[in-house]
């Protein structure tokens, strides 16, 4: 699935209207992501909620490594030093945070598994970042 890629600078903070902006339905088993420019920040956090739903929704954060671009369909993600994931029942309000590491780009992608529903919408994600 592409993403949308939101590129600096930001207002602080924004919520996100690509790939996982409010109201976007994410199907069971499915990973969208959005790809957030990052660059010149210290840290990045994603709070988000998700409505109508009694599976598990999962939310994880990936660093870009530097072939990663404005262009959504290229780059590699980091598999060292991620975030841990989080998981927890969709209608309660969550955030996840990632210590950046000079990375320029980050993705952000909930998925939905573990449950008898089939779709979840998300209400918002919203993005908050340190400058360095």
């Keep these: 699935m592409a993403t ?11 919520r996100l209207k690509g790939a996982l902006a409010a109201g976007t339905v994410i199907a069971k088993n499915t990973h969208p992501q959005e790809r957030v420019y990052t660059l010149g920040m210290a840290s990045v956090t994603f709070r988000y909620k998700a409505a109508s739903i009694t599976g598990t929704l999962t939310a994880n954060i ?14 590699t993600r980091a598999v060292t030093g991620l975030p841990t994931a989080v998981t927890d029942a969709p209608t309660t309000e969550r955030s996840i945070t990632y210590t950046l590491k000079g990375e320029q780009y980050v993705e952000f992608e909930p998925s939905l598994t573990n449950g008898g529903s089939d779709t979840c919408t998300l209400s918002y994600v919203d993005v908050f970042w340190l400058p360095l």
């Design 62 to 75: 990936h660093p870009m490594l530097a072939d990663a671009g404005a262009d959504d369909t290229v780059g």
């Design 4 to 14: 949308a890629v939101n590129q600096g600078p930001q207002p602080v903070p924004f």
